[in-house]
């Protein structure tokens, strides 16, 4: 069933991306969960198709089950609804460190071709343009996880040629330069936006768009991109959002909106 | 050793200017209480230390009282930038401050180190990551067996930790529960310490046998404050207020008001203020 | 990922012969019935790990199962020697046992460095003891930033962990509560694991947010074995039988007492055994 | 009042050990506490005059308070009547590395003149005559605690000229040596035997007889130890153990003895 005979308003390309973005998401996963997009992502997957993943955010909440989205990686209801918690420290040693992840989930400012991420700086680091928060965990979530998923909104100052500062290494140059620094993970295996779904090409590692979302053209995605954007031969249409995924991703939000008053 | 004072007591004897300050807390159990008294004692020249600067930092900046700010991600999560922090970096305002900056994995590991008392942490960090050409104390170390390299960082050892705990025994012992984050490592590995906590009890009662306690003879000044967390939060004892969080954004995103609304809340406020703003019990 | 089957299959699919194999549990929760499975079906020339072999590695190496043994202190705490590692190691009885010998912090750290993916561990240790001269694996990093020479030691990365447990859900999460030693560490830091619990719950329940749980995902075969820790304890199920560990130095001192305890005891019984053993409730 | 007006048994040379052990003690240490004869000496200082004494065994427990004498380091009543418990590796690394220790406790098989200690093996390492248990906690006890004491026996194969084995270093070959090796910390200061008391000559740190128990004569001593012992020039006497701490020592060793079935 499609979108077009639900009674509702029609999906906006923002939950379009939220929706594709949890589809990447299996039962089995434990994910390392970045917080905004990506915490919306990964909870609509657990409460639609994925019942069973293990959320995990790096405050230490181990296997959390939030009603609403956290506002912050540490909110109460993430420790509240968790298998257990651990120290941060533990986190970052025994848990991510340690391998233990399946996917780690990212969003960012800015990114470039080879998903290589910027969330530090605009400008020079010493007289930045823009002081933007930092890494946090992402430097090692993109290094120590088996794979990592991006979810980030398109536009030609977020989908940059080259970026100011690598804040978090996708896959570098491209090739094989993650092995090249022994790195044994796969890196970012899958990049989903409000207009397409990126894979990396297996040799270039050059992010190349695999499928365009109901009613996107291909232009509006170049549009929309700092560098000349590769698509597979055959680019597939990404299915439409069913009537249970944006039910339950409004249903979610609007629970979230009513307990934080009104984000 | 614990000892039992006023909030004011605490900062005035603890606190000095050019000090190094660990203030944690990550998103549960944020001192706010006790920053706001190291603003209204007016300490200048700190170096503030925090995996997570969020607002508390955003005010002890604004109000000028850091030269440098040892942090991993600094912003209002879920919101936005951190108004006063950027424009610390990018406009001098009050005046300027300096970064040294980490990866969460690498400070949570440098706060490790500092209480197992080695002299530096090392991880499998900073692959291909920009921030090791941008900040100098990150090194590397081989490994002994392997021949693989592993990034270091130095050992965080704060002159103070500043933390809000749940209770205090009437020994000074101190409970946490829920999300610890780094401040046990961050009071095992400073110097002197100052714990907040939301109510002093004659003793703990039953808990778990593994309940996160720091005994009475790691601590130092010890202070009950209720609400002194807000706007973080106190595990069982009330809600983050997510609503200010959201608030904050307009608060300080101008000089002018952001200074208005420190001087109402902060300099003309004390910690007795703090139990009035708790949001309902969680 | 969680699997719940018999003991005798959870060892006959998850140790080989040849293996390293870590039986942890620091006086408490001892995994007895296990170390028994795995007599009974006659591996041998495994390495046993454990910071402290007690009588359960005393009952491996005198029935042979073992040709190497890494470890830091060897005994029957309060009572005196394990006789049958003694005859190991004095006389080769019932064959020769190899020795990599540390200190308990060593092992301990080397257990965390595994568990964390490290592929050493370093600590202030070993400084003017002889163990470096006869453990090769005892080396040195420089610190990157004072100079400070610490003592490293290769992380233990065991192809088997087995531990006894206090419960487990239905999903297979597995609860540790009260000395939880380095078992955490050695089921985090090996490629496969046996996990033996007093009894399987359908939910755990009301517990500390800190709970010491092993997520299922991180854990292998599943075996509910009610005093499966006996002579060692379960916290809250039954006290540690101090009288059994003073009744086996005399069991063990002789070849053909030990021998003779064994058939009866080990070799002609089964895990259902254990129930029985129980001391009264803790 | 001395030990003579008792109308019980006389003390005993064992007994005098731990009371004169415990009388090392204060209520302000923070004390690792070794198995057999330190931990009584600990108990015993807890049970009389040091009542706020924190108490720490290497099974993870902190500030314990046993009823009875434990037979191993990780007995259950450990972990019940404990402040809290945590992990072995926090406790090594937090709390022992972590210099947060003023005294360790230990006992010995074999010590020299500098008070190394051997618990490793009479005879080679590689064709041991005898295979001790082994160092356990005692190597780092020995360097992060701010001082040690030692309990033991004396005895002419237990107080030897020569360790075949060191397995914690005392003072080493005695005067600078700790300092030499980057210690900060004082080592051992104090050795409490069944004879008499030691402590290291403040410039050579060779153990010297500084006090003798009750009814000891230097002659006694010298025959029980390997190797000419130094007595300071003004030797006192072990004050007596008074009825107060021997009665207290004989009923926890009554409890224990009951608790663990007859050790």
């Known amino acids: 069933m499609t979108m077009h005979t639900f009674h509702t308003s029609p999906v906006t390309p923002t939950e379009m991306m939220t929706i594709a973005a949890a589809r990447a998401l299996k039962s089995s996963d434990v994910c390392f969960v970045g917080i905004g997009a990506p915490s919306a992502a990964c909870n609509l997957a657990r409460l639609t198709h994925a019942p069973d993943i293990t959320l995990i955010y790096e405050s230490g909440t181990i296997g959390t089950e939030p009603d609403v989205l956290p506002l912050s990686i540490g909110d109460g209801d993430l420790c509240d609804t968790a298998l257990t918690t651990v120290p941060v420290p533990e986190m970052f040693r025994y848990w991510l460190q340690g391998g233990r992840i399946t996917i780690g989930f990212l969003g960012g400012a800015q990114i ?32 120590n996880c088996g794979e990592v998923f991006i979810t980030m909104a398109m536009g030609n100052r977020a989908f940059v040629e080259k ?23 796969k890196g970012p295996t899958r990049l989903i936006t409000d207009l397409c779904v990126f ?54 939000h609007a629970r979230t909106r009513k307990a934080h008053g009104g984000i | ?52 600067p969020d607002i508390l930092y955003d005010q002890l900046i604004g ?54 008392n080695l002299p530096f942490a ?43 705990a749940l209770r205090a025994d009437l020994k000074g012992n101190v409970l946490l529960e829920g999300i610890t984050g780094v401040q046990k490592e961050a009071v095992l590995a400073a110097q002197r310490s100052i714990i907040t906590v ?62 208005a609304w420190m001087e109402v809340n902060v300099m003309q406020a004390g910690p007795e203020a703090f139990a009035a703003r708790r949001p309902r019990a969680a």
């Open chain 2, 1 to 52: 050793m614990a000892e039992f004072m006023s909030l004011k007591d605490a900062v005035a004897s603890r606190v000095r200017d050019g000090d190094s300050v660990a203030m944690e807390g990550f998103t549960h159990l944020i001192p706010y209480a006790a920053g706001h008294e190291v603003i209204r004692q007016k300490r200048r020249g700190l170096t503030l230390i925090r995996m997570t």
């Open chain 1, 112 to 143: 470039d071709r080879f998903a290589n991420l910027n969330t530090t700086v605009v400008g020079s680091y010493d007289e930045p343009k823009v002081r933007l928060p930092g890494g946090g965990g992402a430097p090692e979530i993109a290094s």
């Open chain 1, 199 to 252: 894979t990396p090409d297996p040799v270039t590692k050059e992010l190349t768009v695999v499928s365009l979302h109901p009613g996107v053209t291909r232009e509006q995605v170049q549009e929309n991109c700092g560098w000349p954007v590769r698509f597979v031969a055959d680019t597939s249409q990404t299915p439409p959002a069913t009537e249970e995924e944006l039910s339950v991703l409004r249903a979610l």
């Open chain 2, 198 to 259: 939301e109510q002093i009890v004659e003793d703990f009662g039953s808990r778990s046998p593994n309940a996160v306690i720091l005994p009475h003879w790691t601590v130092g000044a010890v202070v009950a404050v209720p609400g002194g967390a807000h706007p973080s939060y106190a595990h069982g004892y009330y809600k983050r207020d997510n609503a200010f969080y959201i608030a904050w954004d307009a608060i300080a995103r101008e000089r002018d008001s952001f200074l």
């Open chain 2, 63 to 116: 109000m000028g009282c850091a030269d440098r700010l040892v942090f991993s991600w600094g912003g209002n999560p879920g919101v936005g930038s951190l108004h006063r922090m950027r424009d610390a970096v990018e406009k001098a305002w009050p005046h300027p401050l300096a970064l040294t900056e980490h990866s969460h994995a690498a400070m949570a590991n440098a706060y490790e180190a500092g209480a197992s």
């Open chain 2, 122 to 164: 090392m991880l499998r960090g900073y692959i291909g990551a920009d921030l090791p050409k941008v900040n100098p104390s990150i090194r590397s170390v081989t490994c002994p067996y392997t021949g693989e390299v592993l990034a270091t960082v130095p050992a965080i050892r704060p002159d103070v930790a500043i933390i809000h």
């Open chain 1, 163 to 185: 970026l100011p500062f690598i804040t978090s290494m996708g896959h570098g140059e491209g090739g094989d330069h993650r092995a090249r620094l022994g790195l044994r993970t």
